[in-house]
């Protein structure tokens, strides 16, 4: 993509896939342009299709975005809103910054201080064990471990306890997920339908529960659950409303999460200064949350982060042409779609340096005005910036800081070794795979790792 960014230099550019046309704008200039074109260019269509890809029924998604009368004047400006909108005003409420995030900060890392713990490390993560040594998958330790604590985080422990199998469940779906969001044919996709379905199961489950089983849970929760039973949304959809809402929170920390302890783990000077910047962050089992997710108290952390966010995310938004629209200087004409991938602007050279294809974190810890170019977007931009953008670091940095801390840390020779610990070939990024967030590492791909007190 990055290729064919630098071939059509002048963008928007059209191909035609299975005789549909499509838009695909790469350049941040005319980008800017489409978040500025509100009311020629639709995103509702793309998030109309995720929710009857989830399986919502028809009268359900007609529900989510029925705007009440104008004539109704007993409502405020906020309550003339579509159910779609509203619920985005709650995830802000909770996902920015202020005492509802500390709260959710505060439910994620006491489940994810719970996960990183020798006695709790996951059974499905160890490859072997002894008594002082565990050998475990990477990737499934963060998978178990951040799914498990944003399904607690956000429904309480209702929802794994009546369906003790989610995090499993979930991360079977998201395996194939992209199937659904490139609306596979269904007869075609069985591996994602499946465990899609176990999942809608759970939600089911959840939402059927009384309210005082669910007491536990977040605030967003229970406003969301509240103004849909308000609006006439059946159990069935609400499912399903926290269904897309559990996919979009899970899909891509935890593989955030694995590629940035992987990459620190295989440079042990990165590793040394890591561990450096978190250790007065870290008093006993608790850490500080707010200075691990700091650039000033946690440069490299931070750099290292944003710098496994350029290299791996995949991400893309998309709209549709509700009228003619001049992006640059051609026009986009109505009924078709437009593709925005990110990814090509977090490869270009003039932005990143010549060595823009080699992980470095060097290039946002020299230069922390990287993070504000416009070539940088792992989480979109617009309307529809990713408001778990504060979250995500967040989670991540926390579970980093516990392992970092706890544990002494090296290559295993299980798995996929080729010549010893020192050797293991380190994973590879699926770009195969189609993809709209944190891309994951190739089937079978993983790094294992052998974990011990540290002294």
């Known amino acids: 993509m990055a290729s064919i960014r630098k071939y059509?230099?002048?963008?928007?550019?059209?191909?035609?896939?299975?005789?549909?046309k499509l838009y695909v704008i790469t350049l941040p200039q005319h980008v800017a342009e489409i978040y500025r074109s509100t009311s020629t260019l639709s995103y509702d269509l793309f998030v109309r299709d995720l929710h009857e890809g989830f399986g919502m029924s028809p009268p359900g998604v007609e529900k989510m975005w029925e705007v009440p009368m104008a004539h109704e004047k007993h409502l405020g400006p906020a309550r003339r809103k579509h159910l779609v909108d509203r619920s985005g005003d709650f995830h802000r409420l909770q996902l920015f910054p202020g005492p509802q995030l500390d709260d959710l900060n505060a439910r994620f890392l006491a489940r994810i201080e719970y996960g990183?713990?020798?006695?709790?490390?996951?059974?499905?993560?160890?490859?072997?064990?002894?008594?002082?040594?565990?050998?475990?998958?990477?990737?499934?330790?963060?998978?178990?471990?951040?799914?498990?604590?944003?399904?607690?985080?956000?429904?309480?422990?209702?929802?794994?306890?009546?369906?003790?199998r989610i995090v499993e469940d979930f991360l079977e779906f998201d395996k194939q997920s992209w199937m659904l969001l490139y609306q596979y044919p269904s007869f075609l996709a069985k591996g994602m339908t499946t465990p899609r379905n176990l999942v809608t199961k759970a939600f089911e489950r959840y939402v059927a529960l009384e309210s005082e089983k669910k007491k536990d849970a977040a605030p967003y929760?229970?406003?969301?659950?509240?103004?849909q039973i308000e609006a006439g949304v059946s159990s069935g959809d609400r499912a399903i409303g926290f269904q897309i809402f559990h996919f979009a929170m899970n899909a891509n920390a935890y593989k955030m999460c694995f590629w940035l302890l992987a990459h620190i783990l295989c440079d042990s000077s990165l590793l040394s200064t890591i561990r450096q910047e978190i250790a007065p962050a870290i008093k006993g089992n608790e850490v500080d949350i707010n200075v691990l997710a700091d650039e000033n108290t946690c440069p490299m952390l931070n750099a290292a982060f944003n710098e496994t966010l350029r290299y791996t995310s995949a991400a893309t938004s998309g709209r549709t042409v509700l009228s003619h629209t001049k992006i640059g200087d051609k026009i986009l004409y109505p009924g078709v779609k437009v593709l925005i991938?990110?990814?090509?602007?977090?490869?270009?050279?003039?932005?990143?340096?010549?060595?823009?294809?080699?992980?470095?974190?060097?290039?946002?810890f020299k230069d922390k005005e990287l993070t504000k170019d416009p070539s940088f977007r792992p989480f979109g931009g617009g309307a529809q910036y990713c408001s778990g953008r504060y979250l995500a670091r967040r989670e991540v940095v926390g579970f980093l800081a516990f392992v970092l801390n706890r544990f002494e840390i090296s290559l295993?020779?299980?798995?996929?070794?080729?010549?010893?610990?020192?050797?293991?070939?380190?994973?590879?990024?699926?770009?195969?795979?189609?993809?709209?967030?944190?891309?994951?590492?190739?089937?079978?791909d993983d790094l294992y790792i052998s974990i011990r007190h540290r002294k």
């Open 341 to 364: 991938p990110y990814r090509p602007g977090h490869f270009d050279d003039s932005v990143f340096g010549l060595n823009v294809l080699d992980f470095d974190p060097q290039r946002f």
């Open 221 to 227: 929760t229970k406003a969301l659950e509240a103004l």
């Open 8 to 20: 059509f230099k002048n963008d928007p550019w059209a191909i035609t896939i299975a005789g549909n």
């Open 116 to 164: 990183t713990t020798w006695k709790n490390v996951p059974q499905q993560c160890i490859l072997s064990s002894t008594t002082d040594e565990l050998v475990v998958s990477l990737y499934k330790w963060c998978g178990h471990v951040l799914v498990d604590a944003a399904s607690r985080g956000f429904y309480g422990d209702a929802l794994v306890n009546a369906s003790p």
């Open 412 to 444: 295993s020779n299980t798995g996929q070794a080729t010549g010893g610990s020192a050797s293991q070939r380190f994973p590879r990024l699926d770009v195969n795979t189609p993809n709209l967030g944190i891309i994951s590492p190739m089937p079978d």
